[in-house]
Each structure stands twice: as C-alpha cells, then as structure tokens.
C-alpha cells in the first residue's frame, strides 16, 4: 500500500516531479499552516482537555485521591480526557475540508493514501502535543508518582498513534454524513475501546508498577491494524 | 420449497424448545431451572455474532461488485444481529440476575455482546445519517470491515481483565469442563436452530426491504397511491 | 497532447425522489467542445460531476480513452479539470500559497498556474478567502490548468466574469481546444467556437 509512484513521462504529458511522500508531507504543511493561521484545533483541544482536568481534579475533592485508589482511577481519567478532548478538536481534519468546500478539489487533485497519510501524520501530532500538554499537568495536579515513565512515555506513544489513527479514519467517514458531531464519538468509541482498555491497562502498570508484558504487544498489533485498515479503507470512503 | 423449510424450520425449533425441557437434565451448581436459558441465551449470541461476521462479509462483497443488493444484506443482518444481541443480553442478565444476584458483572462474555451492541447501533447511526444510498452503502461497508478489525482484540483483552480488574472470578457456564451429553445435543441443536432462524429471518427481511424500495420507486413514478 | 476522448452513454442519477439525469449520452472527441444547455435543475452540474469523477451515476457508462486504451481513476484525475461554481479553495491560504499546495499534491510545479494568473491579471500574494467572486473565478481556472489537464470539464465558466476576465479565459479555452484537448462546457452562455462536437440539451 505505501508505494512511491512515479510514471514515465510517455505515460503523461505533465512531469512528475515529486513523489508521494511529497505529497504527504505537503498535505500536512497545509494543514499545519491554516492550522496556525486560525488556531482552531489547538485551541478546541487545548481549552477542552484543560477543562476536564480542572472538573476532574475539583470533583476528586482539595486533598486529592489517596495513593491506593488513585492508582486505579487515575490511568482511567487520564485517558478519558484525551480521548474526549480528540473527540472534541480531531474530526475537523476532515469535516473542515467538507464544510468549507474544498474537499472537491481534493477529491480531484489528491492521491487518496498520500491524502490519508498527511491526514494521519497532521492528527498524530495534534495529539501528540495534547499528551504533551496534559501529562504533565495531569501527573502533577493529581499528584501521581509514575514508577515506570518509560513505559508511560511509550504507552502515550503507541496508544496516541492508535488514538490518532482510528480518530482519522473514523473522521473521514463521518465527514461526509449529516450530524456529524455526535456521530463521531458514536462510531469512534466502540472502535477505540480496545485500545483504551489496552493503554489503561499499560499505564496502570506503569504508575504501580509492572512491565509491559503482552498488553504492549497487543497495542503494537491494535496500532498496525487500524493503519493497515485505514490505508485499505480510505480510498474506498474517500472516492465515490 | 420454501413453505416447506419454514415448516422444517418450525419442527426443529419446537423439537428444540421440548428438549430444552423435558429431555435435558438440570445442569449442576444452577439454581432451579435456571440453567434451561442456556438453551436460548447461548445460541441468540452466536447468531448475534454470525450477524456481525455476516454484516462483514457482505460489506466486502458490495465494495468488491458495487451491488447495492449485498449492501441490503449487510444492512439486514447488522438489523438482526442487534435484535439477537439484545435479546442474548437480557436473558444473560437474567441468568445472572439469579446464579449471581446482580443483573450486571462485567463478566467478559456480557462486556463483549455490549460492544458489539455499541457497533450496531452505531451502524444503524451511520446509515441514518446518510441519505445517497451510494454513498450510504459505501461509508457503512467500510464502518462494517472497521468493526470486524477491531473485534477480536477485544476477545484477547478481555479474559486478562476480569483477573486484574475484578477480584472475585467470575464462573461461566461455558467453561463447565463437563457437559452433560444430553444438554450438550440440545445445545447444538438450539445452535442450529437460531442459526437456520437467523438466515431464514434474515432472508424474509431482505425481500421485504426490496419490495418497500420498489414501493416507494413506483411511487415516485406516480404508479399506485 | 494525447488523443483523449470521452464517451459517456445512458447515464441515470437520482437524488432521493428526483430522477436528475435519464439516459444522458454523449461523445467528444479531441479539440471539441461539447456544450450543455438546459434550465436550472436540468442536470448541467450533476452531469459535470459524474464526468468528474464526483459522483457516481447509477446507471450507465463513462469512458475516457486514449489511443483506445480505457484510462483508470487514477489516470482520469490526471488529466481532468474542472470548474465549477462550488469549487473553492483554501481561504487561509494565499493565492500562491493555494497553487503551490495543488502543484505538490499533483505532483508537478506550479509555473501553468501562476502564468494562468498572469494573463487572467490576479495578483498572487492575497489571501484566497479575500478575493472577490470575479478574482475566485480567475483563481478557479489556474487551478483547473495547472497540471495542464487534457480534458476541460466547465461548469458555468464565466460566471462573475467581467468583460476581460471573460475574454482571457475564453481565449485559454480556444488554446486549449487548439492543442487537442476536449471540453465539456455547461451554460456555455454566448459561447461562439467552431469546434463543437455537439448540443446536449438536458431540458425537457
């Protein structure tokens, strides 16, 4: 599937100068500059996950959680928030296109995996930077004490990869139906649930204690199946 | 020939209900005659699964031939799949309601049937959200496949779960190491029987759909009221 | 520029209730233009965008050829443009920035476009979402020959036009057609060309 096209020039009348990882990276230049130009993700996000953490740390109460069920809690909180706040703030990358009407020229100049794959690499750093954002503020409101931050850090990885790359499929299908607000946590959540129980999972481990072991590697395989299904199934919700 | 395997059909499931009572003993360790739901409860979660596998495998068929009638399939079999699902879900409660006081446990099986409720419904949202049948067909055929990805790591998840996260270990009918063999045949016959059901459903649902479309096609056309 | 034709034969598409297109057929060959005509809600648009690739029809056949061989979807994309009223571009992105960005993505570099630009008279350096709808129109046609398309798909192409707009862009049609490339023109309003492959009227 990811293949680096190039035509001969008898094929066509115009040159090929560039490949399709141009192309990718060109998609995500695009969206990173309007991106910067209207601040619009950023700030969903942003503001979105930041609310949580306050509603979630006021409602735990002044003194906080103490260690024993924090342990328990917080993994799920913490993921919770960045999954809402994706849900929040991710679907735009392809909603915007189909609402402002630009999707059109996409349709006819894009190549659908390079499309995906800009796509795809725009979202993960969006949610790279919301886990970058959140993390720190989370571990330290709520007064965690991680045992293992590699194992963290590398769960936030895989799982943000997985979070972003379900989050982009999913959103290029509900962008081209109606209501797309709620519909995009109604189909993104059953299709993230596994990688949700997998990464609570990892990240309670990390906080207490305990190696990766077999849930690291059934992300590992999460991750990879998405993307193999996300690369196969693109096309065929991008093109009528 | 179809009159006749409606018939067939109906003696089978009949034979099936009369075992269910009156030829297969209690099963041992369940209350009364509870244990006779696992007649019903057990086979209407494996036709809500062959709805959901089914549902995948027509979604592919229609991406493969753009034949919009595979399209009705997958969308009747997501249909019954849902109907089967929430009728294994409430007599699943029920058992558990009196083997274990509590409707709910979040034992694995009954987590799984509520995700794949979680897919349907959201399906059926998908499809309800989308008016051109082309494009209608298309995005629920690529949610379908989606689905059929991300199921199975729910089954490798979930069995690691209920010993971590829960304490008390929750007993499953289906691990019985032992089974009665007579329970066992009208299981496997019940099994069939919901399976043949849901097929024969699933084709009456078909054709009425078709019929409702070419209805509404006439109308259109100003034929009839 | 390769001999591309077009073919299209029974085409039907519905929109819920309402039957837009029924057994629309056509031909063109290169350095012809096929002009469309017909009231509002005629099926001018819808038929553009089935050519397009946008839209599916229920029914029927597009073929695109060259030199006999069909061309797959792929290969369509790349030699069609297209221009049409609810195309838009980025609006947070310069005019240039808009070309450059489309030039990447088909993979070719933006000098056809830019030099479109010159001769329509749009400067480069405004925002596209400033341009008013005469500029965006100008704007719409660099675009669509950007990747120097062999085949022109317009949708009311000179709409919002002023009279030097109409005439710059008329006239890159007319070069167009004269290198051999075909067109299918909608609401061709006043369009005088000697090479035309035939009226399709889509009302009824």
Known sequence: MLQVTSTSAAETALPLRFTWLSEVVAVFVKDWRCEFRTRYALNTLALFAFTTMVVVSISLGPIGIDRARGTKVLPVLLWVILLFSVAAGLPRAFVQEEESQTATALRLSATPSALFCGKLLYCLTLVGALELLVTPVFVTLMNLEVVSPALLAGTLAAGGYGLAVGSTLVAAIIAQARTKGTLFSVLAFPVLLPLLLLVVELTFNAVAGGGGGVALSQLLLYDASVTVAGLMLFPVVWNP | ?225 | ?204
């Open chain 3, 1 to 204: 520029m390769p001999n591309t034709t077009l073919r299209f034969e029974n085409l039907r598409r519905r929109f819920g209730r309402l039957s837009v297109l029924e057994g629309v057929s056509g031909e063109v060959a290169p350095g012809q233009a096929l002009l469309v005509t017909g009231p509002n809600g005629s099926g001018k648009s819808t038929l553009l965008r089935c050519l397009a690739g946008l839209l599916s029809p229920e029914k029927g056949t597009i073929e695109y050829r060259e030199d006999e061989k069909v061309l797959e979807t792929e290969e369509r994309r790349r030699r069609v443009g297209y221009v049409a009223p609810d195309l838009a571009l980025y609006s947070e992105l310069t005019v240039a920035e808009n070309l450059e960005f489309f030039a990447r993505i088909r993979r070719t570099g933006p000098e056809r476009g830019f030099e479109v630009l010159d001769r329509l008279g749009l400067p480069t350096d405004r925002m596209a979402g400033a341009l008013s709808s005469g500029m965006r129109q100008r704007l719409r046609w660099a675009w669509a020959l950007l990747h120097r398309p062999q085949v022109l798909l317009l949708d009311e192409p000179f709409q919002n036009l002023d009279a030097g707009g109409e005439q710059g862009t008329r006239a890159l049609l007319l070069e167009h057609l004269d290198r051999g490339g075909l067109a299918v023109v909608a609401n061709p309003s006043n369009l005088e060309i000697d090479r035309v492959a035939g009226h399709l009227d889509l009302g009824r």
């Open chain 2, 1 to 225: 020939m179809k009159t006749i395997s409606a018939w067939l059909l109906w003696l089978w499931v009949s034979l099936v209900i009369v075992g269910a009572f009156y030829y297969a003993p209690l099963a041992e360790g369940f209350q009364g005659g509870s244990s006779r739901i696992l007649f019903f409860h057990v086979p209407m979660a494996w036709a809500s699964f062959a709805g959901f596998i089914a549902a995948a495998v027509w979604s592919v068929r229609y991406l493969m031939t753009r034949d919009l009638r595979h399209d009705r399939s997958a969308y009747v079999a997501v249909q019954l799949g849902l109907v089967f699902g929430v009728l294994a879900t409430i007599t699943g409660a029920i058992w558990a309601r009196i083997e274990w006081g509590a409707y709910w446990n979040w034992d694995p099986r009954q987590t799984s049937i509520l995700i794949s409720l979680l897919f349907y419904g959201a399906y059926l949202a998908l499809r309800g959200a989308v008016e051109d049948p082309e494009k209608r067909a298309r995005l629920s055929a690529a949610y379908a496949i989606l689905g059929l990805v991300v199921t199975p790591f729910l089954y490798w998840i979930m069995p690691r779960l209920t010993f971590s996260l829960h304490p008390e270990p929750v007993v499953n009918a289906e691990g019985k190491p032992k089974m009665q063999s007579e329970i066992l045949q009208v299981l496997m016959a019940s099994g069939i029987g919901f399976t043949a059901l849901f097929f024969w459903l699933h084709n009456l649902q078909t054709r009425i759909q078709a019929l409702a479309e070419r209805k509404s096609a006439a109308r259109e056309q100003g034929y009839g009221s």
